[in-house]
């Protein structure tokens, strides 16, 4: 595994699933399991959650010790629904999703490359999917990368529009990262693409 990132994925890799994809599960509800997209799987806990919950999971992870990590971890039985992507998310092929997470990902797309990310991402969700994400705010401490993107709460009501809010909740306040202390400021939502209609009756 690439010395990077390997000890940090295994040292994080007895975590459990974060609470937006537990979110984003609760706005999919009794739906039958379809096809997600885990951007930026790092360790792979959400796509073996997902993978668990019956998903068709596509895991996109630029680092090599992330594919090594899913595929040393993943059940036998739920690999036939497994496809690892070891690219950049800007360079991920994203088609036809009914799940789309993203947990503090996308704002590792650098500047130049983020519209388009985002308007592939919007592009490949079907009616009815589901969008979990994080996006970093100008107040964050690492806002002075200019080889990340940050938006303000403007600009991410503008990247959302047409999409049904389901949650929307901003963050600014110090705390810790794996590198120690920062000001955390980040926009974490879940949303909805129309076009879904809940069957009423049996």
Same mark, same amino acid.
């Given at each position: ?16 699933? %974060? ?11 009794? %739906? ?166 809940? %069957?009423?009756?049996?």
């Amino acid at each position: 595994m690439d010395a990077d990132w390997s000890d940090y994925y295994r040292k994080i890799s007895g975590r459990p699933p %974060r609470p937006l994809l537990a979110k984003a599960l609760t706005v999919w509800g009794d %739906r039958p399991a379809g096809a997600a997209v885990d951007l930026g799987c790092g360790d792979g806990t959400e796509t073996l959650a997902l993978l668990a919950g019956g998903w068709s999971v596509t895991a996109v992870d630029s680092s090599p010790a992330s594919a090594e990590l899913i595929r040393e971890r993943a059940d036998a039985t739920h690999r036939p629904r497994l496809e690892i992507q070891t690219v950049a998310i800007e360079a991920a092929t994203l088609t036809d999703i009914d799940l789309a997470y993203a947990g503090y990902s996308l704002p590792f797309v650098p500047p130049h490359a983020f519209p388009a990310v985002w308007s592939r991402i919007r592009a490949s969700l079907r009616p009815g999917a589901v969008l979990a994400a994080n996006l970093f705010g100008p107040n964050d401490t690492w806002a002075t990368d200019t080889d990340m993107t940050f938006h303000d709460r403007s600009v991410v009501a503008g990247l959302l529009e047409g999409l049904e809010m389901l949650e929307f909740e901003e963050t600014d306040e110090d705390g810790v990262a794996a590198s120690g202390p920062k000001h955390w400021h980040f926009f974490e939502f879940v949303a909805r693409r129309p076009g879904y209609t809940k %069957r009423r009756g049996p």
